[in-house]
């Protein structure tokens, strides 16, 4: 069976009462898909996206989809409203609301709950969808409309709501973003205004289609799929400077910037001594300080380290001390970073992997791209652990099972 399959994008629009055909909206449509696909996958999401292979066309991994539409809100309107009287628009939620529906055009796509869901005992690719499956596709939509939310935040665009859906990968037996995220998968409010929304509840609201009517969806359309390309930007800078006391600790320095790459995040590396050559350190600060990119230092000083408090000292850049321990003294030598003078603060990390997590978390503040792969991050290591736990409660069931029957036979 082929791995990987050409999607394209409907032409003619989702389920709805209406079918009126746009011209040319599956090559708007690929469009956003594919930036939005490639956005969550450079993150680090999981998906059936492969590459965009034409205006009109994707390359996916061929997935057997979930039948579940998973929605997450962030703010109430449309049929939400409908569906809980008394409910006002405008509503927040903190977190985003989960919801989901089975696919079913022949009663509307009701609404499921999570029971649902286990009940129906689905089996796709060999995979049973149970407990843990849903758990992480519950978990990966607030993810992914989280790193959404913030990708449209630059562009003063408030991502109200999406709509996604899952499949399993038949290769890899995993559960993968899949099908399309175009302008029919969310809401989009630009400046929060729904008055100025740009995505398909414009046309939704036409009290007539007229050729008129359908070209202001169409350029609502193509707003969305030209700025959609900026979420794959971002114009903050940031970048990370090691400071190591000795050439020796080359090694821990190396794991730091190894680290920080996977952020997207440059990385220098340089040797200077607080103790040794002072002056030399505040120069390479001010080095820094000079061309005006956003900086985190991080001093890596074993014994007595002078270099993080210096720096500390010195700069209103974050500095960060990442001490590579001994052996021999590892437990003496932390104590010459956590205990500073007042009036400085310079955290102390001993891992390496750490220290680049506490410069990303900084950074991400300001850019949606490297606040995406710590959200994506998150996310994964969440699932391997779901994923381990279901592993070892099936291998102990197992054996449960085999001694149940050796016992069976050794009575009989």
Sequence with gaps: MCSHAVKRPNNGGKRTARKDRMEGKAAI???TTSCVFQLL????????FVRKQSD??????????IPIEWVCRRIATGSFLKRNPGVKEGYKFYPPKIEMFYKDDANNDPQWSEEQIIEA???FAGLTIGQTEVDIMSRSTQAIFEILEKAWQPQNCTLVDLKIEFGVNVLTKEIVLADVIDNDSWRLWPAGDRSQQKDKQSYRDLKEVTPEALQMVKRNFEWVSERVELLLKTKSQGRVVVLMGSSSDLS????IKKACATFGIP???RVTSAHKGPDETLRIKAEYEGDGIPTVFVAVAGRSNGLGPVMSGNTAYPVVNCPPLSADWGTQDVWSSLRLPSGLSCPTTLSPEGAAQFAAQIFGLNNHLVWAKLRSNMLNTWISLKQADKKLRECSLHWSEVLKNLSAKFVS
């Design 29 to 31: 449509s690929n469009t």
């Design 41 to 48: 996958q450079e993150a680090g999401i999981k998906t059936a």
């Design 56 to 65: 009109t066309a994707f390359i996916a991994a061929h997935c057997e989809m």
């Design 121 to 123: 005992k689905f089996c």
């Design 252 to 255: 821990h320095c190396e794991k």
């Design 267 to 269: 990385c220098e590396l």
